[in-house]
């Protein structure tokens, strides 16, 4: 078994005993030390002390003689090989030995060290990336992992992280190159660090100077179109800082190039990478340890670039061929971003520190004249304030589409508006804050403004607004002084010839007045649209006579005196000349006469069927009758009636609509169908006494009207024959019905025919030519006429607050 220990007497050597396992192992020496110590006992029980000093003794002696023999031998082998020859033999043997042995170390050392350094280089540039340390030190620490990997890539064992390490530095790489570009394309630091990023930039990509140069404008040109592109909701801000770092690139060019770059340049030269002490401060790097192992090339590595390669004259033609660009670039793009902007106050604040910018800082751009420049900005900042002058005055189109919209959705069962203003204190009105909205009901109630009106006119006073926003912006043109504010900040004098005359003539004067003729040209031409579309409108409205919404031309009627009534603030100087009204009389009268012809027939149906009936009744107005001989003093009840439904029937529809036009208007048409309804009565009046003639003296008319003669007059008795006959009474009963009705006339002339200014006379038009006719036929004489005429406006004066639209 495993656990049974075999005789140890048995093995041939010491090594039989290491075949078995170790507690087997153990226990042979247990039995060996426990065997030993048995032994021991029993020859010292065997042989005395004296016996053992004797055995120690002779083992010296062996021992001795051992070491005297070994002695020897070495003492004749050093004899027989102290000649020269075997000397300078074995040294040389043991010098290739040696070089032999430090040989393979040398490779194992430096391959680790290079990959060392290379390991941690890409940490090392991280680091300094994050906390924004010098790029020059970035770009050196990458050309130093540049050579190591290039070292490394050429052996022949080259491991696989090499390749993997290379990659994080071609990361680290673009990383450092976007930051490079970065601090080129900004102003906010100073010229050092601009050089120390252009030589970074040049020791990374091995490029000369001339490279720098286009690249710095290259990176400067596209922070400014990127300026320009995201300048929407700021574009006063982004555009001055494109213009200023535009002017900042030239000056930052003249200051840096050529001489600087190159100075530093030089300084580059001064010695090889790893004995610059910011490298070797690098902890991650240990280049204390490895320096001696990182082989000749990287350790020596000194960078040359070519610094004196770009000459002052070369600079100069560049920076002018870029300034030309760059301005080109510059207002091009400005018209682009232009193109979405239609805030009058930015683009005009943006056009003043455009060209104060330009004015205070221009003149140092090489390579461009200032003047020209200053033209460009003017006729781009101008010609976009105009384009949105004129958009913003074709925005007028959507009045005249609510209106349309308004009459297409225009209900057909609708209730007329109450214009009465006894409704606007039910319920009790709000009369907090000076009782504002009590007084604006009340205003609006007075004029007509219902919903439908007041959000055409909302619509038009925005757009009226938005438009006359121009007017602040000219009046702060006109008052920029240019002059006092830049006189001393123009430094060449070329240009303080060409600008300090002129510029603000140009840009107080000039631009603003060209502002003033477009606004106002667009404006005319807006109205002139509104005009025509709104002819459209009334022509539909009004085609057909006997298919028209009188509620749809009130609307309309009101939404012209609306906007007649703010077209007069349509200039931008108080003392400028108002627009013309597009609402001519050919597009007003249409709807004035619509207007009429609906107001003036209840009155004129009511009317005609009084006179229908008074010429069948009986008249006793005569009574009333004054002077000798007796005329009419008073109106019919007829007359009276007729204008008093005519004009409650005005103010029916809002006393607002009843402006002089449309009086005219409605007088003139009134005054035709009364006219008709009169000279109706007075052919009936007329005709009256013939049917009586040829009817004979029985008939019942002429009875009666002998009765009431015969009892009301007294008779003579020269006349009791003149009076039975028949036709003489009708003759009278005429002439009274024939005198009241021209006093009717007479006193509804006042009222509804209008003064010719010529002669002040009311004898215009059919109404005047019935009135003259009647009065021909009338048989009364100039007194009895004037008298008749004179009572008429007495009468009229008496009664004319109670037709107030009329009178």
Request: charged letters at 25%; a neutral charge; aromatic letters at 6%.
């Amino acid at each position: 078994m495993a656990s049974t220990a075999p005789d140890p007497r048995t093995f041939k050597s010491w090594e039989d005993a290491f075949q078995y396992p170790i507690p087997v192992i153990r226990k042979l020496e247990q039995q060996l030390r426990s065997s030993a110590n048995e032994n021991r006992e029993k020859l010292r029980s065997l042989v005395g002390a004296s016996y053992r000093d004797l055995l120690d003794t002779a083992e010296t002696i062996i021992d001795m003689e051992e070491s005297m023999e070994r002695v020897e031998t070495k003492l004749a082998r050093v004899g027989q090989n102290c000649n020269s020859r075997s000397i300078e033999r074995i040294a040389s043997n043991a010098g290739n030995m040696d070089i032999h042995g430090r040989g393979r170390a040398s490779d194992r050392y430096s391959f680790a060290s290079q990959l060392a350094i290379l390991r941690n280089c890409p940490v090392v540039m991280a680091r300094l990336l994050k906390s924004d340390s010098s790029y020059l030190l970035i770009a050196k620490v990458l050309v130093v992992s540049r050579l190591l990997h290039k070292s490394l890539s050429q052996s022949k064992t080259k491991p696989p992280i090499v390749d993997l390490l290379w990659d994080r530095l071609l990361s680290v790489r673009r990383k450092l190159l976007r930051r490079i570009d970065k601090r080129l394309a900004s102003t906010e630091g100073d010229v050092p660090s601009l050089v120390e990023s252009m030589c970074a930039y040049a020791l990374v990509t091995s490029s000369t100077p001339t490279d720098v140069l286009q690249h710095f404008h290259k990176m400067r040109l596209e922070k400014m179109i990127n300026l320009l592109q995201r300048g929407h909701d700021e574009l006063a801000k982004h555009g001055i800082a494109a213009l200023r770092l535009c002017i900042q690139t030239c000056q930052d060019t003249q200051t840096i190039f050529p001489r600087r770059l190159a100075d530093s340049l030089v300084r580059l030269k001064a010695q090889p990478l790893i004995q610059d002490h910011h490298v070797r401060a690098l902890y991650e790097l240990n280049l204390d340890i490895h320096d001696r192992w990182i082989g000749d090339e990287a350790r020596n590595y000194t960078p040359w670039p070519r610094h004196d390669e770009l000459q002052r004259v070369d600079a100069e033609r560049i920076l002018h061929q870029w300034s030309k660009q760059a301005i080109s670039t510059f207002l091009q793009h400005t018209k682009s971003a232009l193109k979405n902007e239609d805030r009058l106050k930015e683009v005009a604040s943006l056009r003043l520190e455009l060209i104060e910018v330009w004015i205070l800082s221009g003149s140092r751009m090489a390579g461009v004249k200032s003047a020209n420049v200053l033209d460009d900005l003017r006729d781009t900042m101008n010609s976009h304030l105009e384009a949105i002058v004129r958009a913003r005055s074709q925005n007028l189109k959507t009045v005249v589409m609510t209106i349309a919209k308004t009459l297409e959705s225009w209900p057909v069962d609708a209730v007329p508006p109450d214009v009465s203003l006894w409704t606007t204190a039910s319920p009790p009105p709000d009369r907090s804050n000076g009782a504002g909205a009590f007084k604006c009901t009340i205003l609006n109630t007075h004029h007509g403004r219902d919903d439908s009106v007041i959000d055409v006119v909302s619509k038009f006073d925005a757009w009226m607004q938005s438009v006359l926003e121009v007017k602040a912006i000219v009046k702060s043109m006109k008052e920029a002084r240019w002059d006092d504010t830049f006189a001393d900040d123009v430094d060449d004098e070329s240009d303080e010839d060409e600008l300090g005359d002129s510029k603000q003539t140009l840009l107080s004067d000039d631009d603003p007045r060209l502002l003033e003729e477009v606004t106002q040209e667009a404006l005319s031409s807006t109205l002139q649209n509104l005009g025509k579309g709104l002819g459209n409108i009334v022509k539909e409205l009004t085609e057909d006579e006997h298919d028209v919404d009188i509620r749809q031309v009130c609307f309309v009627l009101r939404v012209m005196r609306e906007i007649t009534e703010r077209i007069p603030k349509l200039r931008l100087q108080d003392k400028a000349t108002p627009l013309a009204s597009p609402f001519t009389s050919t597009l007003l009268n249409p709807l004035h006469t619509s207007l009429a012809r609906q107001v003036i027939q209840p009155s004129s149906i009511q009317y005609e069927k009084a006179l229908a009936k008074a010429s069948k009744a009986k008249s006793k107005s005569h009574i009333l009758w004054e002077g000798n001989p007796p005329l009419p003093a008073q109106p019919s009840p007829s007359a009276f009636t007729y204008l008093q439904t005519l004009n409650r029937t005005m103010g029916s529809y809002g006393s607002d609509l009843w402006a002089s036009a449309s009086v005219s208007i409605l007088k003139q048409t009134a005054a035709d169908k009364v006219s008709e309804l009169l000279k109706t009565n007075l052919n009936k009046i007329e005709k009256l006494v013939i049917k009586s003639n040829s009817a004979g003296p029985h008939t019942k008319t002429e009875k009666a009207s002998e009765k009431e003669h015969s009892s009301k007059t007294a008779i003579s008795p020269n006349d009791k024959e003149a009076v039975a006959e028949p036709s003489a009474l009708l003759l009278e009963i005429k002439n009274r019905k024939w005198k009241q009705a021209l006093f009717d006339a007479l006193y509804i002339q006042r009222f509804i025919t209008v003064t010719t200014p010529v002669d002040n006379q009311q004898n215009n038009g059919a109404f005047g030519q019935l009135v003259r006719e009647a009065i021909a036929k009338s048989g009364l004489d100039d007194a009895g006429v004037s008298r008749m005429k004179k009572s008429a406006g007495e009468y009229a004066k008496k009664t004319y607050l109670l037709f107030a639209l009329l009178a």
